[in-house]
């Protein structure tokens, strides 16, 4: 099992925030923003602020993705903070 920690500065846009891979990955997702009103958005490729999952200020969230599902991610408003912290899990 391998872990991987990084804090990604989102923009307006969906971008990967945890890539598909070739086994099942165990994902913590953290708003590191502190400011009410500044919130990210999780989902799929096609995710908008109308279609995804919000991650309120300082909120933390934890997921298992199969293998081959990928994680984005986008700011509103932009440059908030996401702290992601995943580890693959050996099948």
Same mark, same amino acid.
């Given at each position: 099992m391998t872990l %991987? !920690?990084?804090a990604i500065t989102l923009g307006?846009?969906?971008q990967v925030v945890v890539p598909g891979g070739t086994s099942p990955v165990k994902? %913590?997702?953290h708003n590191m923003e502190?400011?009410?009103s500044r919130f990210i958005h999780l989902g799929g490729s096609g995710i908008t602020t109308a279609n995804s999952l919000h991650?309120?200020?300082s909120a933390t969230v934890n997921l298992v993705l !199969?293998?081959?599902e990928a994680l984005y991610a986008l700011s509103d408003p932009d440059g908030c903070v996401l702290g992601?912290? %995943?580890q693959t899990m050996d099948e």
């Open positions: %991987y !920690n990084s307006t846009a969906a994902v %913590y997702l502190h400011a009410s991650l309120d200020p !199969n293998r081959t992601v912290l %995943y």
